[in-house]
């Protein structure tokens, strides 16, 4: 779905995007006409590092991976973006270049809206600013504590705390979810992930098969992630209630 006038009509309440949702019904409705529902396919690219961004994207139920590329093309996981916030901070800050790649890691549907709209509704719209003001917070409370993470903790348990993240954004306990994909995310070796996968799955956590994960166990998971995961829940609900 694109574009459409029903997808445009789409109510307010109905959103799980929490940026969106909070806006007040007024500043929402000088939004709607522009808004478009659009489905995103995994590891579909967004934008990349130092292009123009065309586009906001607020995810409803997919994921978007921010990553850093590096000159030897490694690409390394520094923030995701949920249904609690959007792609394309840059351009609130006052610039239209990203010096991240923006990729998608769970397939589903996100709000669109162009950025040429996206820059005049800040200026015109104070509630959206606010509410993307709390959400950058966020968003660098989630970055700050995944450089502290990656650095400290096991990759079992910063395995786990990934997963949880994702699962709150999919809507769903199945995604799409290579071995590959989550190793570059975690920046270990494919064999690492592989050796987590198989002993979660063993004691019941979650089930894994041709690129396709399934969460068996939510609180199991909670159990085994470091405190990192509980730490940024907890920020998220302070910060959007």
Known sequence: MSGSELDRKVNQKDLNNRLLSALSQEAYCSLQSHLEIVSLAFKQVLFQPQERIPYVY???????SLLTVM?????????????DGMAGIPLFLGTDISNFKAIVQIPGEAIRLRADVFKQAIAQVDTLSLWIQRYINLLLIQIAQTSACNSRHPVEQRCCRWLLMM????????????????????????????????????????????????ICDRQGLEATACECYSLLRAERDRLFG
């Open 58 to 64: 607020f995810p409803t139920s997919c994921l978007v």
């Open 71 to 83: 000159t030897d093309g490694t690409a390394v996981e520094v923030g995701v973006v949920g249904n």
């Open 167 to 214: 699962h709150d954004s999919a809507r769903d306990d199945k995604f799409e979810l290579t071995q590959e994909f989550l190793a570059q995310m975690l920046c270990v070796r494919r064999a690492s992930v592989t050796e987590v996968a198989l002993k979660l799955q063993k004691i019941g956590l979650l089930q894994y098969n041709r690129g396709k994960m399934t």
